[in-house]
């Protein structure tokens, strides 16, 4: 969710993904991913796919589902943006840098490419039906708002193409959204979470007693033109160096707070003074490290994470934060659970490539 991992929404870039453990953002809630693309400005290589006969061969299966290539060319395409927005543009058109660049895509496509299977493989545990009549109507009314919303089927056909996505793996993923909900009130119905809106007053308690919730603020760094990963840390190294070397803690906020509303951070959605309120399992892995390791008040070291380089600094929950603001908090809360819930299944979602999916060489895909 919103620097979150999300029950519906999924954090802009620059900030730190809040994604459930069991899910990664960019997957979860399709519509959110292609605004969340525009908005950054990563625009997948267009390509008209209409009867495109390679669509639904089978690339490989997954705890006996069937993955096909429009899916599989989707996420590469993603992460091929992703990553462009990441290193600098342009890193798959120079043989040496897409070289250089394609274990971590590899990586980050089979490692994502199950995600999908997990919500199947949980509905299937829990008896949901993954082709109602329900959910099939929410996908074709979903469908014909995005059409007119776009202007129309033939604007919706090319904008789907534009994403590199077709029309069929579209609805996939709005079905899958639907069905990620069901899994929620599922699990609702089973008491699967300790808090609820019936018992907020308790959540509130224990965000406020417990040491599982960390509040942060931070200054991103973001990739200049010519610049590498190297150069980002360095630069932001320069700006830790200084705040450590504030010993009172009142100025050293001070000083991170003036970092944060000038043009030195990048990230125009962090100049909120309240920061980011958060427990284990909604932050990507090394922004949590980071806060969970940091006394309050200290100031971490630079880390990459969610594209760019962050400096972050830890500071005490506020009860009048947390009061208003308790119902969103729960949400993310009972991601978390719901994503633990799902990991059970993860293990059985492994990526067995079919002779044609072992053919295909994800650097050259268009």
Known sequence: MGNKKNSAVQPKKPQPKRNRKARIAVIITLSVVLVALITVGIVLVARDISGYRQDKKVVALCNGFEIPYEELRFLTMLYKGEMEYEYGEGIWDDPATAEQYRAELEKRVWDNLPENYVILSTCRHLGIDTDSKTMKNYVKEYVQEMKDSVGGNKEYKEFLAEQAMSENHFEFQMGISYLESAIYYTLNDNGIYAYT??????????????????????????????????????????????????????????????????????????????????????????????????????????????????????????????????????????????????????????????????????????
């Not at 830790?240 to 043009?263: P, Q, V």
């Not at 958060?278 to 922004?287: I, L, N, S």
């Open 197 to 366: 809106q019936e018992n907020i007053s308790d959540f509130i308690d224990y965000v406020m007693e417990s040491d599982e919730y960390a509040r942060t603020i931070h200054v991103y760094i973001e990739n200049q033109e010519g610049e590498t990963v190297e150069d980002r840390l360095a630069r932001a190294q320069v700006i830790t160096d200084r705040l450590l070397a504030i010993t009172d803690d009142e100025e050293r906020l001070a000083a991170m707070r003036a970092y944060i509303g000038s043009e030195v951070n990048d990230d125009l959605y962090s100049v909120s003074l309240d920061g980011s309120y958060f427990t284990h399992g909604e932050m990507d892995q090394p922004y949590e490290d980071a806060a969970f390791g940091l006394e309050l008040y200290g100031v971490s070291e630079p880390f990459v994470s969610s594209g760019g380089v962050f400096v972050l600094m830890r500071l005490p929950l506020e009860e009048d934060y947390v009061t208003q603001n308790c119902g969103t908090m729960l949400e993310y809360w009972q991601a978390v659970k719901m994503g633990l819930y799902m990991d059970q299944f993860r293990e059985s979602c492994t990526v067995d490539l079919t002779e044609y999916g072992k053919s295909i060489d994800l650097v050259a895909m268009k």
